[in-house]
């Protein structure tokens, strides 16, 4: 093997660690001044090429902070080299496998990529035993890269790499601030998503910019009022007329099992059509649809699944993907979208 094979593979193996490695800078240049949104995930629970499972990052200031982790969106943020040792806290909309099925995986990564203390984890009543729950399966995981890597330049302390839960109880008022702190204040808001209760939506606020994300909901006009005069709105959004003809497609497959489940969604969730009109009633500046269950299915296109979105009178939206970025400048109006 000469120099130049020699040389190659190094080169190689630099570019693959340099993917997580990058998370491992310091939180300094993380730092944005103000919000700025980048979708990690946006399909629903079905396998959809090119699209991770439901999840948000946002980062304010110095900080990162996740809405939601579903699975395969980790290996997009390290793919993007986003600031994971950056990241405080993860909000939970609720505890659906699609929603929470990466945690552990992304509690791990960024502890590894330098993050300096627990993860909060915020969320719903439950959210205390999937904290318990990945805490002792990646157990083990963390003692072995514990003993291993810390020396010298590299601390791995096993506190560090805990999730540690802020549960939520359901607030009488439909809203409650769970989150003040370094200028940055989140408000839960309670949202419908029955059997899957309590759910929560959560709105952002920092340096006058705020950004308001819906979780899984039926059309809920409590969530519009919560959501007022914010900059963005990110909308879940199951098209109906789609998922009947999934419905009947798996039936006549003769799979009358996942048609029937299928067919159960209908009841809970948000038609983009219904997003939209939440989006008129809240008076928000921009309306983007994610959890986007058909993504990928033959029946899609944009415009099929957006039709009639536009009936109820102007208003700037648009279907999210995942890698899209949205910018938030403080003591500016701007709102800036961007791709990874």
Not at 33 to 55: E, H, N, Q, Y
Not at 199 to 225: E, H, M, N, Q
Not at 291 to 310: K, N
């Amino acid at each position: 093997m000469d120099w130049r094979t020699i040389g190659a593979a190094a080169a190689a193996i630099l570019a693959f660690w340099t993917v997580p490695a990058a998370a491992q800078a310091p939180l300094a240049p993380a730092t944005y001044d103000g919000l700025k949104v980048t979708f990690c995930g946006t399909s629903g629970p079905l396998p959809v090429k090119d699209r991770a499972k439901t999840c948000v990052a946002i980062q304010a200031g110095p900080a990162m902070y996740m809405v939601d982790v579903g699975p395969e969106s980790t290996k997009n943020m390290q793919a993007w080299r986003m600031p994971m040792a950056a990241a405080r806290a993860v909000f939970l909309t609720h505890l659906h496998s699609d929603h929470i099925g990466e945690v552990g995986e992304f509690n791990m990564q960024s502890w590894v990529a330098g993050r300096p203390a627990p993860l909060i984890l915020v969320g719903p009543p439950g959210t205390d035993k999937v904290a318990d729950g990945f805490n002792e399966v990646y157990g083990p995981d963390h003692g072995f890269r514990n003993a291993h890597h810390e020396h010298d330049a590299v601390k791995l302390p096993i506190a560090a790499g805990l999730l540690k839960a802020q549960v939520v109880p359901v607030p009488a008022s439909g809203t409650a601030v769970v989150w003040n702190q370094d200028g940055l204040k989140v408000t839960a808001i309670v949202v419908h998503h029955n059997p899957a209760t309590p759910a929560y939506g959560y709105r952002f606020d920092y340096k006058g910019r705020s950004v308001v994300v819906s979780g899984d909901t039926i059309k809920w006009p409590p969530l519009a009022a919560a959501a007022k005069g914010a900059d963005v709105l990110i909308h879940e959004a199951q098209n109906a007329d789609m998922t009947r003809q999934m419905v009947q497609g798996l039936q006549m497959m003769g799979n009358g099992r996942m048609s029937s489940i299928m067919a159960d969604t209908l009841t809970y969730h948000t038609t983009p059509v219904e997003a939209a009109d939440i989006a008129r009633m809240a008076g928000v500046k921009r309306l983007v649809l994610y959890h986007i269950t058909q993504a990928g299915l033959p029946m899609f296109t944009p415009e099929a699944f957006t039709r009639g979105m536009d009936a109820g009178g102007p208003l700037d939206w648009r279907i999210s993907r995942d890698g899209m970025t949205i910018e938030l400048p403080a003591g500016s109006p701007d709102i800036k979208f961007g791709q990874f």
